[in-house]
């Protein structure tokens, strides 16, 4: 089993930025994708980025040149820098792991919402 505690978010005017933090405790040993997901009412969670254990990095298109991934495996911990924030960037963000036998594991999810 993987536990994610996730820090970070809150309000914010567009432009501005925000910083998300994630650690992982448990069997941290079977992990091997941590990254983040984002999701808004009545709409399905879409994955925003995320980072293998030997750094291989995703973006959604919309977030590119934005935010930033990072990652401390020893820890671990995973962060997602956000940058110029928009108002469709609003969402509840969830922390994910995703272990080598392809077991997902996720947040509490915390609120960043960006004002117009």
């Known amino acids: 089993q993987v536990q994610l505690v996730e820090s970070g978010g809150g309000l914010v005017q567009a432009g501005g930025s925000l910083r998300l933090s994630c650690a992982a405790s448990?069997?941290?040993?079977?992990?091997?994708?941590m990254g983040w997901y984002r999701q808004t009412p009545g709409k399905q969670r879409e994955l925003v980025a995320q980072m293998s254990s030997r750094g291989t990095i995703h973006y959604a298109d919309s977030v590119k040149g934005r935010f930033t991934i990072s990652r401390d495996n020893a820890k671990p911990t995973v962060d997602l820098e956000m940058n110029s924030l928009k108002p469709e960037d609003t969402a509840v963000y969830y922390c994910?792991?995703?272990?080598?036998?392809?077991?997902?594991?996720w947040g509490q999810g915390t609120q960043v919402t960006v004002s117009s």
């Open positions: 994910t792991a995703t272990t080598w036998s392809m077991t997902d594991y």
């Open positions: 448990g069997d941290i040993r079977t992990i091997n994708i």
